[in-house]
């Protein structure tokens, strides 16, 4: 009951991240769309709560952020973010248990297939929602959106996650 309890507690303390760490972005959106700081605390609660409460954090935070904040637009963005986000948080947080996190190279695994993951999820995503909209999603805005134009924000979360995540199991283990 108690590590429920904390899981809980956790999943609240990173949807709330997730709502709030894109005001730090907010003025300058080219640069929140590049530097994704709502992607942080779903990959970081995967890692810590597990798959279940990450998968719901993930797919519940944009939407709700687009309810609360207007931003992003609900369609076709924070749908499509609903289904990326899901994915981070199911993936780092099955990787995570399945890995370990007491070496730096199973974070790193965790963390890229993740990301990968979930970036094909909001392509497919997109292709869906967009279709159903009568517009059409091509390969080439694929890449710009999921790779070319995030290129910081992936060196941004290559750098910061696992720096937290050793961190933080440091700390547990004092």
């Known amino acids: 009951m108690e590590n429920n309890t904390k899981k809980i507690t956790l999943s609240a303390l990173f949807l709330a991240m997730g709502l709030l760490l894109p005001f730090l972005t907010g003025q300058i959106p080219q640069i929140g769309k590049m530097l994704s700081p ?13 798959w279940k409460h990450a998968g719901v954090v993930g797919f519940i935070c944009p ?14 963005s924070a749908v499509g973010m609903a289904f990326e986000l899901m994915t981070y948080g199911i993936l780092s947080g099955i990787l995570s248990k399945k890995l370990g996190k007491e070496k730096l190279w199973k974070i790193y695994v965790a963390l890229i297939i993740a990301m990968l993951g979930g970036r094909i999820v909001w392509g497919i995503a997109q292709v869906v929602l967009l279709g159903l909209s009568g517009s059409a999603f091509t390969f080439q805005a694929f890449i710009a959106g999921a790779f070319v134009n995030a290129v910081p924000g992936i060196i941004l979360h290559l750098i910061l996650i696992p720096i937290i995540v050793k961190s933080i199991k440091a700390e547990q283990l004092n």
Request: contains cysteine; proline residues 11%; charged residues 5%.
């Open 63 to 76: 939407l709700m952020r687009s309810v609360l904040f207007g931003m992003p637009v609900l369609f076709p």
């Open 38 to 50: 709502m992607h942080i605390p779903i990959l970081l609660c995967g890692f810590y709560c597990g």
